[in-house]
């Protein structure tokens, strides 16, 4: 299969947690998947649950991997 000449945002098949959104944030922008993770806990206390609904926002916009 040919490379993209840019990053696609897809959510992995493997190295799931749930649906993926945290694993593909992670492989897009280089960092560990731990990390979105834990920042996205963060972001959902400090918003008092809003950024909870960002999770199912991005799982139904986000393609998963081939």
Same mark, same amino acid.
């Given at each position: 299969?040919? *490379? %993209? !000449?840019?990053?696609l $945002?897809? =959510?992995?098949?493997?190295?799931? /947690? #749930? +649906? #993926?959104?945290?694993?593909?944030? #992670? =492989?897009?922008?280089?960092?560990?998947? @731990? $990390? @979105? =993770? @834990?920042?996205?806990? @963060? $972001? %959902? %206390?400090?918003?008092? #649950?809003? +950024?909870?609904? +960002?999770?199912? /926002?991005?799982w139904?916009?986000? !393609? *998963? *991997?081939?």
């Open positions: 299969m040919n *490379e %993209a !000449p840019y990053k $945002l897809r =959510r992995p098949k493997d190295d799931r /947690v #749930g +649906a #993926g959104v945290c694993s593909g944030i #992670g =492989r897009y922008f280089g960092i560990d998947p @731990v $990390l @979105v =993770r @834990v920042a996205f806990v @963060v $972001l %959902a %206390a400090a918003t008092w #649950g809003a +950024a909870l609904l +960002a999770y199912p /926002v991005m139904f916009l986000m !393609p *998963e *991997e081939w």
